[in-house]
């Protein structure tokens, strides 16, 4: 069985999807589990995806948190849907 590597772009797609698939609201551990990355990368990348404010942390009676797209953060997914769509219609 070969692994292919995933490219930052579809990592960033596999993090938001997680988040829009679970309701919009997930807790940091469910969302690293579910993202299959090293505690310091999960890190590094939702810094930088709070940053371009495709993300919102959420803290509920500053005790839990969660994470939730922004529209920004739909936006991107519904773009990558389609550009994934022009793709494949040209075979790639």
């Given amino acids: 069985m070969s692994f292919k590597k995933r490219s930052k772009i579809e990592i ?7 988040i829009q698939q679970n309701q919009n609201k997930i807790a ?3 969302l690293m589990r579910f993202s299959n990355l090293s505690f310091q990368m999960f890190q590094e990348y939702l810094e930088e995806l709070e940053q371009k404010e495709f993300v919102n942390i959420d803290n509920i ?3 839990r948190s969660f994470y939730s797209l922004t ?3 739909q936006q991107f997914l519904d773009k990558y849907k389609e550009f994934n769509s022009f793709l494949e219609e040209f075979g790639f």
């Fill in 61 to 63: 009676n500053n005790k």
């Fill in 71 to 73: 529209e920004k953060g």
């Fill in 12 to 18: 960033i797609r596999d993090i938001l999807l997680t």
């Fill in 28 to 30: 940091p551990t469910k």
